[in-house]
């Protein structure tokens, strides 16, 4: 199975919240995952959220980071480009 993850995907896979469970599932069966590189600025933005929120306290806020760093370069990174927005802007449509 080859997955795409957008970013409430992602932070779901490093910080347990509803779904959770089903994403680590599906991460485990993947072959290969994808997201696209901006992924890595909207994570650390719904990261900052959470802190100023006080949904994650700053030691929480440094594990998940570390733990995402980490995995970084094992993720296939799609870099953002035009063609890659219409495709996208194409399948949110059809699907």
Known sequence: MILFFDTSALVKLFQAEDGTATII???????????????????????QRRL???ELNPEGLLIIQQG????????????????????????????
């Open 25 to 47: 599932e599906w991460v485990e069966a993947a072959e290969k995952l994808y997201l696209l590189d901006i992924a890595r600025l909207e994570f650390t933005s719904v990261l």
């Open 68 to 95: 995402f760093y980490e995995r970084w370069t094992a993720f296939n990174i799609q870099p953002l480009n035009r063609k890659v927005v219409d495709e996208a802007e194409n399948l949110l449509n059809k699907y």
């Open 52 to 54: 100023r929120n006080k």
